[in-house]
C-alpha cells in the first residue's frame, strides 16, 4: 500500500504522518516568503512593538492560505492540463487580468530576487567572515549553485526530488536557527514571558496608538510628545498594514499551481494540498517569524542603552529635528552635530528605541548570551533564506516565462526564465544599492500591490464559477465566500493603504508611482468583474 492510501486509512495523527512525508509545494512556498521581507519586518515588529506584534504575521499568513487553499482547489479540480488557472483565468474572468498577473510575477521575481543576492552577500561578508571577499565572486557562486539546482530540478525522477528535499532543509535551517537563539534567552531569563503570551491576542488599536512601552519616553519628550506619538502610531500602522499585504506575494499565487502540477497531485489530493500548506508553510512562518520577532524584542523594544547603528540612530533623531527646524535639510555637517549634541536626552533615547535594526545589529546584540557563536548562527540562517528565496524566484519565473510562451515546464524555455532573475542577482551589488535600487524597487512594489489583491479577485471569481468549475464547485459555498471574501478585503485594504503611503510622500518618483496603483487597482478589479459576468451569462 502507498504512502497516500495509507494516510487515507489513518486515523488524524497518522495523516498527518504520512502527508508530512508526501508534502512539498507548501514548503517552497515558506521558502519564499521566509526571505528578507520577512526578514526586515519581524526585525521591525520587535523594535517597534516588542513581543505585543506576535499576532500579526500569523493572523496575516492564515489570510494568505485560504486564498492559497482556493488557488489549489482550482488547480486541483481541473486536471486537463489546458485549464491551468492561468488558461482559466484569461477564459473565464479576464485576459488583461492573467496577463497582468503573470507579467506581475516576472517583475517581482527579477526585482526581489536581486535583493536576495543582495542578502546572501551581506550574510557572507557580515556574519561569516567574508568581509574582504569581492562581492562579484559571492553572487558569481550564488549565480552557479542557483542555475544548476535550477537544471536539476527542470529534470524528471530523483532530481527533482532532491531539490524538493533540499528546499525543504534549507527552510528547516532558517527555523531551527532562529529557535534556537530563543531557547538561549530563555534558558538566560532573557524574556518577559507574560508580555509574550499576551502579544498572541490581536489588538489593532495598535493602528492607532503607540504601545504602553512608550509612554514614560513619549510623556519625558513634553512639547514633542505629539510628535513621538505620530511617528511610532505611523510606524506600527506601516508594519501592520505592510504585514498583511506581504505575507503572501503575488508570485506564490502564481507559483503554486505548477508546484502542484509538479507533483502529478490532482482530485484526489485535496485535502494533502491543505494539509501541505499548514505542514510546509504556515508552521516554518509561524515559528520563524516569531522567534525573530522575539529575539529582536528582547533586546532592543523600548530599551534605552539598545544596541544600535550611529546611521540608523541619526536617520530617526534628524526626524524628529527636521519637525523643529524646517530648514534642517540646508545646514551644514558641523550645525546637524551640533543639533543632535543638544537634543534633549528624551528625544535621544526614543531615537534609539526605534531605530531600525539589521540581522547583523541583532547578533552582536546576542553575543552577550550566544558568545562567537552569535553571528555563525545569523550568518547561516539569513544566507539559507536568501539561497532557499532566490531559489524560488528563478523556479517561479521560469513556469512564468513558459507559461508566456504557450508552454508550461518546457525545459528549455524553464530555463532561461529561471536565468532571468539569477542574471539580475548576479548585478546586484550594482543594481541593488542607492539610487539604481529605488527605481526598481520602487515601481516593482508598487506592481506587486496593485495586483495582489487583484489576484485574489480573480480566484474568488473562479471558485465561484459554474462554467469554469462545473460540478466540482464548493459544497460549502457560504462558508468559502466569507473566508475569502475577508482575506480578499485584508489585501484590498493593506493594498490601498500602501499605494496612499507612496502617493502622499514628498518624493515625486513615489508619488507617481503611488497614483498610478491607485488609480489601476479599481479599474482592473471593475474588468475583472464585469469580465466573469459576461462569461458567466455567455
Not at 79 to 104: C, Q, T, Y
Not at 121 to 132: F, P, T, V
Not at 213 to 239: H, K, L, M, V
Not at 469 to 480: A, D, H, Q, T
Amino acid at each position: 500500500m502507498g504512502t497516500f492510501q495509507k494516510a487515507q486509512n489513518a486515523n488524524f495523527l497518522g495523516k498527518l504522518y504520512h502527508y508530512a512525508k508526501l508534502s512539498g509545494p507548501g514548503w517552497v512556498q515558506a521558502a519564499v516568503t521566509l526571505g528578507g521581507g520577512t526578514l526586515v519586518g519581524a526585525l521591525y515588529l520587535g523594535v517597534v512593538g516588542g513581543y505585543q506584534f506576535l499576532w500579526l504575521q500569523p493572523l496575516a499568513m492564515i489570510c494568505g492560505i485560504i486564498m492559497l487553499s482556493a488557488i489549489s482547489y482550482v488547480t486541483l479540480s481541473k486536471e486537463d492540463i489546458e485549464d491551468r488557472p492561468f488558461e482559466l483565468a484569461k477564459k473565464h474572468v479576464s485576459p488583461m487580468l492573467a496577463w497582468g498577473w503573470l507579467i506581475a510575477t516576472i517583475i517581482a521575481d527579477v526585482v526581489f530576487c536581486a535583493a536576495q543576492f543582495a542578502l546572501g552577500a551581506d550574510a557572507i561578508q557580515g556574519n561569516l567572515g567574508g568581509a574582504n571577499l569581492p562581492p562579484f565572486l559571492i553572487t558569481g557562486i550564488l549565480f552557479i549553485v542557483g542555475f544548476t539546482l535550477m537544471y536539476l530540478f527542470s529534470g524528471e525522477g530523483k532530481a527533482a526530488k532532491i531539490i524538493d528535499n533540499f528546499i525543504k532543509l534549507l527552510v528547516a535551517i532558517i527555523v531551527l536557527a532562529f529557535m534556537g537563539v530563543v531557547v538561549v534567552l530563555a534558558w538566560n531569563n532573557a524574556i518577559n514571558w507574560n508580555e509574550l503570551f499576551g502579544g498572541l491576542i490581536p489588538d489593532f488599536s495598535a493602528l492607532f496608538r503607540p504601545t504602553e512601552s512608550y509612554a514614560p519616553s513619549i510623556a519625558a519628550a513634553g512639547t514633542y510628545g505629539d510628535f513621538w506619538n505620530s511617528y511610532i502610531s505611523e510606524s506600527q500602522r506601516n508594519i501592520i498594514i505592510g504585514a498583511f499585504g506581504t505575507a503572501v506575494g503575488i508570485n506564490m499565487t502564481f507559483l503554486l499551481p505548477y508546484s502542484l502540477m509538479k507533483k502529478g497531485w490532482g482530485k484526489k489530493h485535496r485535502e494533502l494540498s491543505r494539509f501541505d500548506l499548514a505542514l510546509g508553510l504556515l508552521l516554518p512562518f509561524i515559528l520563524g517569524a516569531s522567534a525573530l520577532i522575539i529575539a529582536t524584542a528582547s533586546q532592543f523594544h523600548a530599551k534605552k542603552d539598545g544596541y544600535v547603528s550611529e546611521a540608523a540612530y541619526h536617520q530617526v533623531l534628524d526626524t524628529r529635528l527636521k519637525a523643529e527646524y524646517q530648514d534642517f535639510a540646508t545646514f551644514n555637517t558641523s550645525k546637524i552635530t551640533q543639533l543632535r549634541q543638544a537634543a534633549p536626552q528624551a528625544d535621544k533615547d526614543l531615537s534609539t528605541m526605534l531605530a531600525k535594526r539589521n540581522a547583523n545589529d541583532l547578533a552582536n546584540a546576542l553575543q552577550p548570551f550566544l558568545g562567537n557563536w552569535s553571528q555563525l548562527i545569523f550568518g547561516i540562517g539569513i544566507l539559507a533564506m536568501a539561497l532557499s528565496t532566490m531559489l524560488v524566484h528563478m523556479m517561479m519565473n521560469g513556469y512564468a516565462v513558459s507559461e508566456a510562451f504557450g508552454q508550461p515546464g518546457q525545459r528549455k524555455i524553464f530555463l532561461i526564465g529561471a536565468a532571468i532573475p539569477a542574471i539580475a542577482g548576479f548585478f546586484s551589488p550594482l543594481i541593488w544599492n542607492g539610487a539604481a535600487k529605488t527605481a526598481l524597487a520602487v515601481p516593482a512594489s508598487v506592481i506587486a500591490t496593485t495586483l495582489l489583491p487583484i489576484a485574489y479577485l480573480v480566484f474568488l471569481l473562479l471558485m465561484n464559477s459554474k462554467k469554469a468549475l462545473g460540478e466540482e464547485l464548493p459544497k460549502n459555498r457560504l462558508l468559502v465566500n466569507i473566508l475569502m471574501f475577508g482575506a480578499t478585503g485584508i489585501a484590498t485594504f493593506a493594498s490601498i493603504w500602501a499605494l496612499l503611503g507612496k502617493y502622499q510622500s514628498a518624493n515625486v518618483y513615489d508619488h507617481t508611482f503611488g497614483l498610478i496603483g491607485l488609480i489601476g487597482l479599481p479599474i482592473l478589479a471593475l474588468i475583472g468583474i464585469i469580465g466573469f459576468i459576461q462569461k458567466e451569462r455567455s
